[in-house]
């Protein structure tokens, strides 16, 4: 196995990402300057990350490329597909959620992950101008753009609170032959006299599953429905394909977005600290903040096999792989050195396939 030279981390991670990220080439030097820089500082500040990034001129040149990247697009597919190639091939379980954002006066949403080791990954994301969940129309478009993007990579199952229901929205996944795998309201209405599910699963015991005897009408999709009760006394009522088993074990996935809601909030990037105020520039520099989270999430898989790391009581990592990775990733790029470069490159993700 050969050495990896000693190139500074810029030059190598902008080696990396040039055939992933087909970015004019003045673009993909900022866009990799940044990524180091959000890593080195943990901040998405601009007039921070000024100090940190790696390119000509002044602090104030260099702040002014900053907002003028921000100002640019990064098309739909580059980064979807960017972020898929990290995921075994496959068909994908999707993970559609939100989490309120203060940008200045603006609440954001973020909406649309896939599965993935513990985090989901960042795929899409619509940025709305309000708070409160997303109407139907807007999470079709949300999946579409992904399917057109990506359209080599089928889509089995979409992960969902009860919040995100709908007639028109479940025929839509119907259409594209996606299964439900939905967490239901209790006023949702099942079998042919239309009684709310809260009424077909009366008096469930805590940790005790009951099924529907078949398929039901729900939202216009036949479906089966099953309910289960948690220790607390709270009830899931769910709405899926298939068998309950699987089913319940992979809806139990969708809270790996709140692991990556934090990850990008306060314990990691600090995405809300943010002075944009444009939504459209915020999603530009929500691409570049991904890209540090899969690094850093890689990047801690692979130190994950080579260090002992402390299991907690309630059996979680006392270190998650994104901390871990990210950390590490910090200290190399604090402390540079040729010896710390050659680290680097060891842990530069293979953007080239």
């Known amino acids: 196995m050969k050495t990896p030279k000693s190139q500074h981390p810029h030059d190598t991670l902008q080696t990396a990402l040039r055939s992933a990220s087909p970015l004019d080439a003045r673009r993909l030097v900022v866009f990799t300057a940044l990524i180091l820089a959000v890593i080195q500082a943990r901040t998405v500040v601009l007039y921070t990350l000024k100090n940190h990034v790696l390119l000509d001129g002044s602090a104030s040149t260099r702040y002014q490329r900053l907002l003028r990247f921000v100002q640019f697009t990064i098309p739909d597919p580059l980064f979807a597909c960017f972020a898929l190639s990290f995921l075994p091939q496959g068909p994908l379980d999707l993970i559609l959620d939100r989490t309120n954002w203060k940008l200045g006066r603006q609440d954001i949403n973020i909406l649309l992950s896939a599965v993935w080791n513990g985090f989901s990954l960042p795929l899409m994301w619509p940025l709305l101008p309000h708070g409160g969940a997303s109407d139907q129309r807007t999470r079709e478009a949300l999946v579409e753009r992904l399917l057109l993007a990506c359209p080599t990579r089928p889509v089995q199952a979409l992960l969902a609170n009860r919040e995100f229901i709908g007639e028109h929205w479940f025929k839509f996944l119907h259409q594209h032959s996606i299964a439900p795998c939905i967490r239901l309201p209790a006023r949702a209405t099942v079998g042919g006299h239309g009684l709310p599910v809260w009424a077909v699963f009366k008096k469930l015991r805590p940790g005790e599953v009951r099924v529907w005897r078949g398929q039901t009408l729900i939202y216009g999709v036949r479906l089966r429905v099953a309910a289960t009760k948690n220790a607390s006394g709270e009830t899931l009522f769910l709405a899926y394909r298939g068998h309950v088993g699987p089913s319940l074990d992979r809806y139990a996935q969708r809270w790996q977005t709140a692991n990556l809601h934090a990850a990008l909030k306060t314990r990691g990037f600090n995405s809300e600290d943010t002075g944009l105020t444009r939504a459209e520039r915020f999603s530009t520099l929500l691409t570049v903040v991904s890209v540090a989270f899969i690094w ?52 530069m993700p293979r953007f080239e396939g």
């Open 296 to 347: 850093a999430c890689v990047t801690g898989e692979l130190l994950a096999t080579r260090t002992i790391i402390n299991v907690k009581k309630h059996g979680h990592r006392a270190v998650s792989v994104f901390r871990l990775g990210l950390d590490h990733l910090q200290d190399l790029l604090l402390h540079p050195s040729r010896s710390s470069w050659r680290t680097l490159a060891t842990f």
